[in-house]
């Protein structure tokens, strides 16, 4: 599509002219190039948005679900004091190594705690626990479940919690109700979740670039929604 070279070129443009990013940034993502990580975190445009949200809200404890080498960790992380915490939650053992390693280097370490072991398992665990409440969420784990993350992430929000939801377009195939796609499915279960729940404002907004064309949800929720 002839669109796509001009819509790299913009988000080159975009990122030059007016994202700033801390240096460790750039050193994070080549250890993860050097280790063979899948190259799918956020864009870079989405990644800065996560970071002004976190500090607009002055976010104390953040949630991320899909941790991989740690840049939405890291752009949370940074908009916060250190009074500030982030949980991570990782499936992959290596995955949370190298983003542990990548946090030290940024000095982060201190504001951020990552749990290796399915998301799920990990999120039962919290809410049985009633370990606390999030103000700020970001979901970007497996699609399946992605309707049962959104479920349990309102047992663990409170009123005015921001939830971000990554792949909300993928590829734009969230229109495809045929699909037999279990990420598609489970993506379109989530959005069917947010039609019939009246306790949230939410908007989807489309993104382009090298990463793809793909989108993301952000969510507020407008009432205590935990247990
Ligand atoms: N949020 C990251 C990117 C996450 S990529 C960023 O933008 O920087 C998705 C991650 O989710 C991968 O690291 C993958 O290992 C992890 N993942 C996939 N299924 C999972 C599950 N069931 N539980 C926990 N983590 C999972
Ligand atoms: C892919 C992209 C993502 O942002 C993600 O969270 C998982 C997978 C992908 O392009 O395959
Ligand atoms: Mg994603």
């Known amino acids: 599509m002839k669109y796509e070279e001009t819509w790299n070129k913009v988000e080159e443009y975009i990122t030059r002219k007016v994202i700033r990013e801390p240096p460790y940034m750039k050193s994070a993502l080549r250890r993860s190039v050097e280790n063979g990580l899948p190259q799918i975190s956020v864009p870079v445009a989405e990644g800065k948005l996560i970071n002004i949200m976190a500090k607009a ?8 679900i899909g941790v991989l080498w740690g840049y939405g960790t890291m752009n949370i992380a940074s908009a916060m004091g250190n009074d500030g915490i982030v949980t991570g939650l ?11 390693q990548n946090i030290r280097e940024a000095g982060l370490e201190s504001r951020v705690d990552i749990r290796t072991g399915d998301a799920m398992e990990s999120l039962i665990r919290m809410r049985d626990s009633r370990e606390g409440l999030f103000d700020m969420i970001f979901i970007d784990a497996d699609k399946a479940p992605y309707a049962d993350y959104f479920r349990i992430c309102l047992d663990l929000s409170h009123r005015g919690t921001i939830i971000f939801v990554d792949n909300m ?27 019939k729940h009246d306790g949230i ?23 205590d929604t935990h247990k």
Do not use: C, P
């Not at 990782?90 to 542990?100: L, Q, T, V």
């Open 57 to 64: 809200i002055n976010a104390k404890r953040a949630l991320e």
């Open 90 to 100: 990782e499936r992959s053992e290596k995955h949370a190594e190298i983003a542990r």
């Open 169 to 195: 377009v993928w590829n734009g195939m969230v229109i495809e109700s045929d699909s037999d796609d279990e990420d598609v499915k489970g993506i379109r279960r989530l959005y069917d979740e947010l039609e």
């Open 201 to 223: 404002d939410a908007t989807v907004i489309q993104s382009v670039g090298s990463k793809g064309y793909d989108g993301f949800a952000v969510i507020r929720v407008l009432r």
